[in-house]
């Protein structure tokens, strides 16, 4: 008898209003990081619980490459493109005003902390994949190991999403195995999607645009367009630019 297959569930819709209107208890500071970010307890009116990850404005470390006080809206900005793809490996993520203030609220995910991207390599090829392109779009910064999560139920997650959409250059990644490769046609079609409804739909763009400057919002739609036109994954640059994060994990 075959092995029983996980399966891999979505996520309730019950749980976006959670986030946005549930009742937030801190229960812990987390300790990796250089911005405050702390695990909390979010309670529906009727009683029903569930864990998040809340990274308040206050507890953002300036940065010289990154306005001050965005890092949070970016987590946000991350989470519709992930949406709007069809990929929505990123959990729900919202604008919340916290116990510490205004940040941003995502919900946690039950995972195996022995696994990330080192070793969950080689397998789970397309859902990386689809991490891969989105960090070229988004211009992830700091795609670390530790921030690729194996779900409780089989799927892949992707977290900590701050340091995107920057106009400069900043691609920073661990995903490098794919570079140069030809995109899927399926994977091409979700993007071909996604030029058609940011170039024609005034609502995604302005949830967008509420989030990241007109000048990153115009950044990341060129880059869209650049990987629609020529279908292939980014290649790893070997000019002396730093192309992957610190540290790994």
Known sequence: MSPKKKVIESIPEKVFSDLSHGQITPLGLLQSGNNYTFLVRIENEFGEQCMGIYKPFRGEAPLS???DG???????A?????????WEFIPPTVVRDGPYGIGSLQLYIEHNPEENYFTLRGTHNKEFQKICIFDFLTNNADRKGGHCLLGAN??????????????LEKLRTVIWEYSGQPISIELQKDLKKLYIQITTDATLL???????SMEELQSFVERLDQIVRNAIFPKLDLTGRRSWPYPLL
């Open 65 to 67: 490459d990154f306005p």
């Open 70 to 76: 965005a890092l949070y809206k970016r987590e946000v």
């Open 78 to 86: 991350s989470y519709l493109v992930s949406k709007a793809l069809g």
């Open 154 to 167: 089989g799927r892949i997650w992707g977290i900590d999403h701050g340091l995107t959409f920057n106009v």
């Open 206 to 212: 302005k949830s967008l645009n509420d989030l990241i």
